[in-house]
């Protein structure tokens, strides 16, 4: 079993910055890929970014390129977010997920590939 808990999500004005952390336990953390997603109200829940077992490889969602940044350190087996330049559409409530799959080479990071999920933490971007 893996447990995991985000935080540093809250509200803040657009343009501002935030970085979510996802501590997680349980399992060996360095094997495994890491992803962010996001629900935002009556949307469905999106990828916005994932982060090889290595940190050598990183995926981000067009919508976030060039604001936000996934990023690892094994040692405390957290990962984070770094999100710059906000805007009110990246209000959502925000998930890490463990992937399913240790050593996964692929590229196939969508919500189907992890087997846990965090609670969540809320970011409202204010206009």
């Known amino acids: 079993q893996v447990q995991l808990v985000e935080s540093g999500g809250g509200l803040v004005q657009a343009g501002a910055s935030l970085r979510l952390s996802c501590a997680a336990s349980?399992?060996?953390?360095?094997?495994?890929?890491m992803g962010w997603f996001r629900q935002a109200p009556g949307k469905e829940r999106e990828f916005v970014a994932a982060i090889s077992w290595s940190g050598g490889r990183v995926f981000h969602a067009d919508s976030v390129k060039g604001r936000f940044t996934i990023s690892r350190d094994n040692a405390k087996s957290t990962v984070y977010l770094q999100m710059n330049s906000l805007k009110p559409e990246d209000t959502a409530v925000y998930y890490c997920?463990?992937?399913?799959?240790?050593?996964?080479?692929?590229?196939?990071?969508?919500?189907?590939?992890?087997?846990?999920w965090g609670q969540g933490t809320q970011v409202t971007v204010s206009s």
């Open positions: 997920a463990f992937h399913a799959e240790p050593y996964y080479s692929g590229s196939d990071y969508g919500q189907h590939s992890y087997a846990y």
């Open positions: 349980g399992r060996t953390f360095s094997s495994y890929g």
